[in-house]
C-alpha cells in the first residue's frame, strides 16, 4: 500500500495535464509554422477545447480535497516542490471561471490571427478591437486572481510567467538600469562614432546557406535533432515538448547576422527544455522554472556565449566556409564589430543589449497602464510612440516598427515583458559563476566545445527545473539572488573597456 | 426557451468531441510529417491522453440518459440523423474500458513507429510483438463491440469504417471481382503485351519540379490551398479537418508517375471534406458518411476522372511545361499507355485498378484470420507470401515488398482494407451517373475544368455528409445500391473494347 495516496493520485492528474499541454504546445506550433489561413477557427475550436478541458481537470470538486490529503503525506524534497507547484496551479486555476478560460483562447487565438495581416499592413486598427477584447479578458483575469493569491492584479499576472514575480522588485532592478544604461549608451556610442563602424558583408546570401549555417550552429550548441526541429516563422519562438524542441526563426537574404542569432537564442530555451530532468518529465516540479530562468538560457547563449570573440572567431570560419565569404569583412574582429554595434533602433528582436533593456522598460509600463485601465487599447500606438521619443529620442516611422512589431499582447502576454530583461541580468550573472567555476569554458567555446559550459548549465539550472524558487537556484549558482551588477558589469567590460 | 433541451445539451458535447478529433488529426499528421523520431514517447502520451479524454466525455452517465431524453424531442430530418449518429458513437464508446482505449492508443503509438524501421530494414522481427499486442487488443475491442452491437466481431470492427458494413455483403461483392477479375487480367496482359508497352520516360525528375506539378493538379482539380497544405511521407495520406485538409504523398527522382498520381488520389479524399455542408461543421452528422464513399471520392478522381484520356491530354501539356519534355513518350497516348498499364505486382499503392482488388482480398482474409486467432502474427509474413502465390503467382523478395508494406494494421486498423476496393465499386458507379446526368463532364475535365464534377459531386456525395446510409446516398445518386457491375463494366470498356 502506498503511504501517499493522494499524491500518487495528484500526480497521476498532473501527468495527463501535462500530455494535453503538451498536445496544445503541438497545436500552437502548427498554428504559427504550417497552418494554412483557412484553418483558423476549426483551429481555435481545438485549442479551446483543450484550454478549457485541461482547466475543468484543475478545478474537478476533488482536487483541493486531494491537495489538503496530501499535505498531510510524506514526501521527500522533490515531491514536496511538486506538490507546491500542484497548489500554485490550482489556486490559478480555481480563480477563472472556465467560460472565462474559454473566452480568452478565442480572443487570443483571434487577435493574434489579426495580428499577422495588421502589422504586414502597419494597420493598427485591424486588430484594434481583438486586443481590446484581449485587454478587457486579462483585466478581469487578473482581478480575480488577485483577490485569489492575495497580490495586486499586475504581480498576478506576473506569477503566471515568474512564480513570485512581484512590481515592486522589477521597479527596483529597472531603476538601477534606467540610471545606469542612458550615460552608458551615450558613452558607448560616441566610442564606437571614434572608432567607425564595421565593414558591411555584401549580401544576398541564399536562405537555404542559411539553413545550413543556422543547423551547424545549433550543432555546435548541443541541440540534438532527434528531439527537435528548426523551421521558419514571421516570429521566432521555441516550443514544443522537452523531447521534441521546435526552434523557429526568420531568415532574410539581405543579411544573415539577425537570423543566425535569433537561432541562437531559441536553441537556448531549448537547451533548458532539454535539460530538463528526465524523472521528473511529465509533473509540475520538472517543467522550467520561469520566464527569468528560461531567457538566461537564451540570451546566456546568445549574449554572453555567442557574441564573445572566442565564440565569433569559430562562427567566423563556419560563416566563411558555408557563403564563400572572402576579406577582411568576414574576419572575427569585424564580426564582433557587427553583433556589438549598438544603436537606438525600433525593433526590440533586432536591438543590443545596451538598448534592449528600454525597450522592456517601455513595454511594462505601457502593459501596467493597459492592465489599470489608465491607457487604452485606442491610445496604445500614440503612447509607443511617446516613450520611444522620451527613451530613444527616436519616433517609429509606423505602428509596424512600433507597438505591432511583437506578437505577445495579442497572445494575451501581459506580465511577460519585463522577464526578458530580468532574464538578462540573470545571464549575466550566470555565466560569470560559470566561468569562475570552470576557467576553461571560454577556450572550449573557441573551439567549438560547449559541453563544460552546458555541464554546468545542466547541474546548476536545467536539472533543478521547479524544485526551488529563480532566486534560490540563482544564490546557489551563483552566491546572490537576482541583482543587476553582473549585467552592468558586463555591459561595461564589453562595450566600454577593452 | 428550446423545445430541445437534450438534443441541444448533446450538441454542445458532440461540438467539443469534434474539437479534439480535429486536434489528435493534427498531432497524428505532425507525427507522420513533421515530428524527430524521439518526440514519439511524448507523443503517444499525448495522444493517448486525447483518445482517453473523448472516451471518457462519450461514457460519461448523463450521456446515456440525454440519448433517452432526445429520442422524444421534434427533430428536423438532419438532427434525427445527428442523434442516430451520436448514438452510434455512444455504443461504440461504451463498449470499451477506458483502460483498453488508452492501451489501444499507446500500442498502436508504439507499431507505428516501429513499423517505420522494420519497413526500411524490411525486417518484420522488429515490429513483430509490438503488432501482436495491437492485434491482442484490436481483438479484445471487437469482442466487447461485438456483444454492445449484436454483431460478428469483424462487422463490429467495419462499423468503425463503415457504418452498417458486413462481412456478408463484402463476401458476395468480392466472390463476383474473384469470378471475372482473373479471366479479365489474363486477356488484359495478354492484349498489352500483343500491343508493346509504353514508351519508359527517362529521368531524373527534380523534386521541386515534381512538387510545382503536384501543386498544379492539385489546383486544376480544385484544391484550395488556403485550406490545406501538400507535404511529403513515406506513406501518402489525407488528414486534418475540413477547413485544413492535409495531403500528403512521396515523391521519387525517378519517376514523377506514381507521386502525382498519388497526390490527385489524396486530392479526392481533400474535396470530400472541403464539401461537407458548413451548417454542420462539428457535428458527427456533418462528417463524411464512412469510408467506401470517402474511398469512392478518391478514386474516382484517381481512377476514373484522371486515367482518362481527356485528362492525360491535359495532362501531358501540364507536365511537359514543367519537366522540359520532349519527344513521342509524352504524348497523351503514351501517358494513357503508361497510367493504364496493368501488372502483377507486389505493392498495393502502385497495383493498377485491375489487380488492386486481389491486393484487397488478401488483406481482408488476412486480417479476419488474424482477427479470428486462427492466423497469428508470427505466421503472418509466410501467410502473405502463400497468399500472393495463389492470387498473383508471384512470390515477394522481402517483407517490405510483402506484409510490412501498409502502415494500417500497425496503426490498429483492421476493418478497413474492404473499404479500398468497395470505394471503387462505388466510384465508378458515380461516375457513370455523373456523366449520365452532365453528359458535358468528360470535355471539361479535358479543359482543366473540373467544376460540372465537382459540383455533382458536391450535391450528391459531399453535402448529404452522415445524414443517410451509403447506399441510401448511392441509390439516390445512381439508381442502385452498391453493386460490381459499373466498376466491372468500366473495366472492360477501358483495358479490353476499343
Chains 1, 2 share one sequence.
Not at 541562437?264 to 530555451?269: A, F, K, Q, S, W
Request: charge should be negative.
Amino acid at each position: 500500500m502506498s503511504q501517499t495516496p493522494a499524491t500518487d493520485a495528484l500526480e497521476a492528474r498532473f501527468r495527463r495535464l501535462s500530455a494535453l499541454s503538451g498536445a496544445a504546445g503541438v497545436l500552437s506550433w502548427d498554428r504559427l509554422v504550417m497552418m494554412p489561413p483557412g484553418g483558423a477557427e476549426a483551429r481555435a475550436e481545438q485549442t479551446a477545447a483543450l484550454d478549457v478541458l485541461a482547466h475543468e481537470m484543475l478545478i474537478a470538486s476533488d482536487v483541493a480535497e486531494l491537495l489538503a490529503r496530501a499535505a498531510g503525506e510524506p514526501l521527500d524534497d522533490w515531491r514536496a516542490a511538486n506538490r507546491t507547484e500542484m497548489k500554485r496551479r490550482h489556486a490559478h486555476a480555481t480563480a477563472l471561471s472556465s467560460a472565462l478560460v474559454e473566452a480568452q483562447s478565442r480572443a487570443t487565438s483571434r487577435a493574434e490571427e489579426l495580428w499577422r495581416p495588421a502589422r504586414a499592413k502597419s494597420d493598427f486598427t485591424i486588430v484594434r478591437d481583438a486586443l481590446a477584447e484581449v485587454v478587457r479578458l486579462t483585466q478581469e483575469a487578473a482581478a480575480a486572481k488577485a483577490d485569489a493569491l492575495g497580490v495586486e492584479p499586475y504581480d498576478a499576472l506576473l506569477d503566471t510567467y515568474e512564480p513570485g514575480g512581484s512590481a515592486a522588485r522589477i521597479d527596483a532592478l529597472f531603476a538601477e538600469l534606467e540610471t545606469a544604461l542612458p550615460p552608458m549608451l551615450d558613452a558607448v556610442i560616441e566610442r564606437q562614432n571614434r572608432a567607425g563602424g564595421p565593414i558591411p558583408l555584401g549580401g544576398p546570401f541564399a536562405i537555404p546557406a542559411q539553413r545550413t549555417l543556422a543547423r551547424q550552429v545549433m550543432e555546435i550548441l548541443g541541440f540534438d535533432f532527434a528531439h527537435g526541429r528548426l523551421d521558419e516563422t514571421l516570429h521566432p519562438f521555441c516550443g514544443g515538448v522537452p523531447d521534441d524542441v521546435r526552434v523557429t526563426t526568420r531568415f532574410n537574404e539581405d543579411g544573415f547576422v539577425a537570423g543566425v542569432m535569433a537561432v541562437i537564442h531559441e536553441t537556448g530555451h531549448a537547451l533548458y527544455e532539454r535539460g530538463l530532468p528526465m524523472a521528473w518529465r511529465h509533473q509540475p516540479v520538472g517543467e522550467a522554472r520561469g520566464m527569468v530562468l528560461h531567457e538566461s538560457q537564451s540570451l546566456l547563449m546568445e549574449m554572453q556565449a555567442c557574441r564573445s570573440p572566442a565564440f565569433l572567431g569559430l562562427f567566423s570560419g563556419v560563416a566563411r566556409e558555408v557563403f564563400g565569404g572572402v576579406g577582411a569583412g568576414w574576419e572575427a574582429d569585424n564580426l564582433h564589430r557587427i553583433y556589438t554595434h549598438v544603436a537606438r533602433g525600433f525593433i526590440r528582436v533586432e536591438a543590443d543589449e545596451v538598448t534592449y533593456p528600454l525597450h522592456v522598460i517601455l513595454r511594462t509600463r505601457l502593459e501596467r497602464a493597459l492592465l489599470s485601465g489608465d491607457l487604452t487599447v485606442a491610445e496604445l500606438p500614440g503612447a509607443w510612440a511617446e516613450g520611444m521619443r522620451t527613451l530613444f529620442g527616436v519616433t517609429p516611422p509606423d505602428d509596424a516598427r512600433g507597438c505591432l512589431q511583437d506578437i505577445h499582447w495579442f497572445d494575451g502576454a501581459i506580465g511577460y515583458f519585463p522577464t526578458y530583461t530580468l532574464g538578462a541580468l540573470a545571464a549575466a550573472q550566470l555565466f560569470r559563476a560559470a566561468v569562475a567555476a570552470e576557467p576553461g569554458i571560454p577556450d572550449a567555446i573557441g573551439r567549438g566545445d560547449f559541453t563544460p559550459l552546458l555541464g554546468w548549465l545542466r547541474t546548476h539550472v536545467h536539472g533543478k527545473a521547479s524544485s526551488a524558487s529563480t532566486d534560490a537556484i540563482l544564490t546557489a549558482a551563483t552566491g546572490a539572488p537576482l541583482g543587476a551588477e553582473a549585467f552592468l558589469g558586463h555591459l561595461k567590460n564589453r562595450y566600454l573597456d577593452d
